[in-house]
């Protein structure tokens, strides 16, 4: 860095750091990076901010952050973070309805999931695995129709 840019940015430094050269380089260099680091916190903060309106909104009606998440994932609705808090501070009624139209989803969804883990996948589209007993599958089955 040339000496009028150092001068320039070390403008409002204290003591010689911000007449000396030397000094006002190494406090100018270490202000950088100090500003480029603050500028992705700036980001991550208010993200964290966005999550906590978003759950403080999601628990007024009876629903976690994370359900409303992937329930949203599910529901192919795509309103970032940021949307999310804006709704939930401001327009109560709509928020409302996202969580209405997310919460059947979501359970389905799981349950699908839980299922398809558990190796329950012929039972779904109607066919009885091999390991379960004549009994069970006169009893599963017929219940079913």
């Avoid at 000094?23 to 980001?43: C, D, F, T």
């Avoid at 389905?108 to 589209?125: D, H, N, Q, W």
Wanted: charged letters at 30%; proline letters at 3%; a positive charge.
């Amino acid at each position: 860095m040339n000496k009028k840019l150092v001068k320039k940015f070390a403008k409002g430094f204290r003591g010689r750091a911000k007449n000396c050269v030397r000094i006002a380089r190494n406090r100018v260099e270490k202000a950088l990076q100090h500003s480029y680091r603050g500028r992705k916190q700036k980001k991550r903060d208010a993200r964290e901010a966005w999550i906590m309106q978003v759950n403080a909104g999601c628990t007024q009606y009876g629903v976690s952050y994370n359900t409303l998440i992937s329930g949203m994932k599910v529901a192919n609705i795509e309103l970032n973070r940021k949307m999310l808090a804006e709704l939930a501070q401001n327009e109560p009624l709509s928020f409302q309805s996202i969580i209405a139209h997310v919460k059947p989803q979501v359970k389905p969804a799981r349950t699908a999931r839980m299922l398809e883990e558990a190796g329950y996948i012929g039972m779904r589209l109607g066919n009885p695995p091999d390991s379960m007993s004549e009994e069970t599958k006169d009893r599963v089955y017929t219940a079913e129709r």
